[in-house]
Every structure is written in C-alpha cells, then in structure tokens.
C-alpha cells in the first residue's frame, strides 16, 4: 500500500500492511519477546516498507511508563564477569525500546540509599535488576516499598525474581572430577563469608566432602575475596605451607588466575605438580597459560533471561509472584588440571 498524502506513516497503516492488528505492531515493536515470530517479521517488514518511526514520547504517556530499567550494582560492577551480564541485559532491553540506568552501591552510606529509594518512587522508572544483593533503605522506605518489578541475577533476593545458575550442582561435579583423576586433598579459595556466590558454593563443597567419607582433605584459605591479588596472597600462603593440597578450587576465576601465576612463578608446575581451577569462565581464563579449567556461567544469558523476566513482570496486568529461573553451567576441564601427583613437600 501506498502511504496517501506524503504523510507520514502511521500504525494503522503499519497494521495494514502487515495484516495484523494496531495492538499487534506495538506489542511487536516494544515487546517482540511476546509476539510471534512470523508475525514479528510482518510488522518488521511494513516498517520498514512504509518507513515508519513510532512515536516513543507518545507511546510512554499512554502506557505511563518511563521505558527505562534501573540496573543496581555493587564493587567492581565492571569486572569481566558482571560485563558481559550487562551486555545481556543492554541487548534485550534495547531490542524491547528500553535503556538502562545503573546505580552502583559501592558506597552504603544513606545519601546514597536515599538517592536509590528516591529513584525507585519517582515514577521514573520501570523496574529494576538487581546485581547486589544490598537493600537500600531511606527514612522508614526501601527499594520494595516502591512496588515495582524487581529481578535480582546470580543472588537470590527474598522478595524478588530471581535468575540464578545452577553453580552448588556444578561444584560437586567439579569435585567428583578432581576426584577420579586422584586428588584426595583440596585447597578453597573462598569469597567474602557474607557474599551469597560464597555460601552456595562453600556449601555444596563442604556436604560433597562430608558424603563422600574418610581419607580427604579440604581446607579453606584465610580471607575471600573475588580478586586478582586475593588469589596471589592466598598463593603466596599456600607456598609458605606445607602444602598438602594437590588440586586448588577458587569461588572466581579472578582468585584461580592470581593463584595459579604466582605458584608458577616460584616453580610450581601447573598441572604436573598442582592442579587448579576456577569459577564463571571469563575470557582471561583463555590466555592463561595453561588455559584455566573452570565452571562457565551462561553470563550473557544471564542478562538476556533477567530483562527478559523483568519485561514480563512490567507487562503483567496484575503482579506477578516472585519467580525462580535456574540456567546450567558447563564444567570445562583443560589445561590446568591433571592427574594428582606424588604430595609436594617444603623444601
């Protein structure tokens, strides 16, 4: 068809062309998760036939919504791991015509929460994801209080749908590998004690231990931390050890690259003589030599699945109960493991 006039197209004629209702193209257009597929490349197709260009400011005052996401991080949000959630996030969201604004939580003190309270009953927003698992709270209100969708990703929050991986599963796999390949005595690198990755993790390890019987070792290092340099420092403790351990698992694969660097550095052989791996398979894993055995994360699914539930949510008639969503990791044994060697001793 042919737009009369000059005038610029409008979404009935969009509808028309692509043979489909008005409800259709916008439901298309703002949430194409909803529509399907053929229908979806219809309305694509009369797009861009008839050139049309929807009137966002419009759109948002009939719906009253903002069309924006409040994306709630904490420390080191910019970490390899958490960038590529965020890439996930940004590409549905933006696919669905929303733009994301982040809050990073380094700071607890309440200038801060109030800030974040007050964004989430400013009507300016849509709904939020959560990255942290800190509730700000600002005189007598927090982020609930606000009645928005919330998700939160990779921790749990009460209250909230949440999108998880099945990460106490894959560390008894894990376990159970290093085990057929000899290993009776195990070092942990753990995360700080409060941090909800760490208790699920430490969690599984510790009944996989307790179930699997007499005759093993595992011990936890001092102090936790997701780092380059806590990895290192728990490396240079291990070394001034009697060092019982034959196999090293880290809660990231930021500690397992400090661990694993500076053991080699002081004439360890990796996995000749220690065996080590990760947790959540970032791309420096790659090009670490030997290349870092690890739990990969689906990362930017991650973020895909939580825009994806947040959109629902916001589209619901009614709120929806929270919901659980759990992804599978993929346990990915190179370089840096091997058979356990004879125990190493002090020198």
């Not at 009939?62 to 996401?69: A, F, G, I, L």
């Not at 969201?93 to 964004?119: C, K, T």
């Not at 057929?180 to 942990?188: N, P, S, V, W």
């Not at 060092?243 to 500690?255: G, K, L, N």
Request: glycine fraction near 8%; charge should be negative.
């Amino acid at each position: 068809m042919d737009v009369k006039d000059n005038r610029a197209a409008r979404i009935g004629d969009v509808a028309r062309e692509a043979g489909v209702s008005t409800a259709t193209v916008s439901r298309a257009l703002a949430s194409p998760e909803q529509v399907r597929p053929e229908l979806r490349a219809r309305v694509r197709a009369a797009v861009a036939k008839l050139g049309y260009t929807p009137n966002a400011a419009a759109r948002q005052l009939r719906v009253k919504r903002s069309r924006t996401v409040l994306v709630v991080t904490r420390k080191r949000w910019s970490a390899p791991f958490f960038a590529e959630v965020l890439r996930g996030l940004d590409a549905e969201l933006s696919a669905a015509g929303y733009a994301m604004v982040l809050a990073n939580m380094d700071s607890e003190g309440q200038d801060r929460s109030r800030q974040l309270v007050d964004m989430m009953f400013s009507g300016t927003i849509d709904g939020a994801v959560f990255l942290s698992d800190f509730v700000a709270v600002a005189d007598g209100r927090s982020v609930f209080d606000a009645g928005l969708p919330l998700v939160s990703l990779c921790a749990a929050m009460e209250g909230t749908h949440a999108v998880l991986t099945d990460e106490d599963v894959c560390m008894e796999r894990a376990l159970h590998q290093l085990f057929a390949l000899g290993h009776r005595d195990i070092l942990y690198l753990p995360g700080p004690a409060e941090n909800y990755n760490e208790i699920v993790r430490w969690g599984a390890l510790a009944r996989a231990f307790e179930a699997a019987g007499p005759g093993l070792g595992l011990t936890r290092a001092e102090g936790g931390d997701f780092s380059l340099d806590y990895g290192a420092a728990a490396a240079r403790a291990f070394l001034a050890s009697e060092r019982r351990a034959t196999a090293v698992m880290a809660v990231s694969d930021e500690s397992a690259i400090g661990f694993l660097n500076t053991v080699q550095d002081a004439g360890i052989g990796v996995p000749d003589d220690l065996s080590v791996l990760g947790f959540d398979g970032i791309e420096f894993a790659d090009f670490c030599r030997p290349t870092l055995s690890t739990i990969r994360q689906p990362r930017f699914e991650l973020g895909r699945t939580g825009a994806r539930v947040l959109l629902a949510a916001i589209d619901a008639d009614a709120p929806p109960a929270p919901t659980r969503h759990v992804l599978h990791n993929i346990l990915d044994l190179r370089g840096s493991t091997g058979p356990a060697p004879r125990r190493l001793e002090t020198s």
